[in-house]
């Protein structure tokens, strides 16, 4: 992993742009960016700090790891993945007194829910991401969650916007 | 402790019979319908990591047109219908004959109501031979649900066999089946997500435990 200083870089036009998959994070600093596509039922988050223009995001899948049957990895987890980006985001040089949180995702992708419960994980999702961040007191200052559209989102280290693109139908939101 | 990784080979070899033979069916059924020589490709059942599953339908943000149908009874699980939605333009044309530019559509994109019920209607009938196929070659009893339709990205449909082994394994098992017409014009695939214990039921049935 790239040692993050302090300072952030001068040189915007060297921006890099990391996309990360289901199950995956990244901790970037400005001015990079880090995007992920095609979250539905799954979710976004990111965790921040403004000051230092440090992000961390991660593509969360399910909500609680002491529902799994084997845990192993622990960023598809809601509940264990924002304890690790804290801690990575904390290791990196952030305040977890300044962290803030944005995140997107959670779409009720297919109606048909007198199946099984998996058919409301999107719901799942974004209550459990809530429910952890506010045990851990950071605020959450941006949600796009719920609906039934699938989203891509990129999170500006340097802005602290979070876009949020979806395509059925077209739209664009920043938050 | 169920491990999806560490199928064997017998047990694939099963599965990838039970998907050809159930998309075999399903293909003969599509082919009376557009009265068209339709081809299978032989089917696959691997262990696919998360990532992988959405290179296989072109990248996460490739837009196609998902049905899915619950099944119920003797296995639970989902049976899903990915159509690029070129395609699934294309396939509902097929059938019942373009359209006139002043037809309506509706928000489901930009496929009219008549277009989106011709492709539910060709789903229910292709699914329906598929886990008719499935049924009498196991002797499970399968009841299916009403076709439902979503046109999103690909990465947020297949958000759903994601979610349904996520807490098994950093993997989905993955059975699929890719037809082509014989202008090679349209291509899909099935995928049959029975339930964990569903899939163990199925094994044990056909004597593979």
């Known amino acids: 992993m790239k040692a993050y200083a302090a300072e952030p870089e001068k040189n915007k036009c060297a921006a890099n742009v990391f996309t990360i998959g289901i199950a995956e994070h990244k901790i970037a600093q400005a001015p990079d960016k880090i995007t992920t596509l095609g979250l539905g039922s799954c979710i976004g988050l990111v965790l921040y700090d403004p000051i230092i223009k440090l992000a961390g995001m991660v ?5 609680s790891a002491a529902d799994a049957i084997n845990v192993t990895n622990r960023f598809k987890f809601a509940d264990t993945a924002i304890e690790d980006i804290i801690d990575l985001l904390a290791s990196a040089g952030a305040a977890q007194s300044r962290l803030k949180a944005k995140m997107a995702g959670g779409a009720h992708m297919f109606k048909t829910s007198s199946l099984l419960d998996i058919m409301n994980v999107g719901q799942r999702n974004t209550a459990m991401c809530k429910r952890v961040l506010s045990e851990r007191s950071i605020k959450i200052c941006g949600e796009d969650t719920g ?10 280290c340097e802005t602290c916007v979070l876009s949020v693109r979806t ?3 077209k739209s664009f939101l920043s938050i | 402790m169920f491990d999806l990784k560490g199928l064997p080979s017998d047990q694939l070899d099963f599965l ?6 159930g998309a075999g069916h399903a293909v003969t059924a599509l082919s009376v319908m ?3 020589n339709v081809e299978l490709c032989v089917p696959k059942a691997q262990f696919c990591a998360y990532n992988q599953i959405c290179d296989l339908l072109k990248g996460p943000e490739n837009i196609v047109a998902g049905l ?5 009874n003797d296995l639970n699980g989902y049976i899903l219908l990915v159509l690029d939605k070129p395609d699934a333009g294309l396939l509902t044309n097929m059938l019942i004959g373009e359209l006139p530019a002043d037809e309506s559509k509706t928000e489901i994109d930009d496929l009219s109501e008549l277009q989106v019920s011709a492709l539910k209607e060709v789903s229910n009938i292709l699914i329906g031979s598929y886990l008719t196929a499935i049924s009498s070659l196991t002797g499970f009893d399968i009841a299916a649900s009403v076709p439902e339709l979503v ?16 807490e098994y394994g950093d993997g989905v098992l993955f059975m699929e089946t890719e037809f082509v017409t014989s202008n090679k014009s349209l291509f899909g695939r099935f995928f049959l997500i029975p339930d964990v214990e569903s899939y163990n039921k199925l094994m044990v049935q056909m004597g593979l435990v």
């Open chain 1, 147 to 156: 609906g039934s559209s699938g989203r891509s989102i990129e999170f500006c």
């Open chain 1, 59 to 63: 593509h969360i899948m399910l909500p």
């Open chain 2, 34 to 36: 557009l009265g068209d």
């Open chain 2, 68 to 72: 899915l149908v619950g099944i119920s």
């Open chain 2, 16 to 21: 990838r019979e039970l998907e050809n033979i």
């Open chain 2, 151 to 166: 046109i999103d990205m690909a990465g947020a449909v297949m958000n759903l066999l994601v979610s349904a082994y996520g």
């Open chain 1, 167 to 169: 395509v059925v139908p």
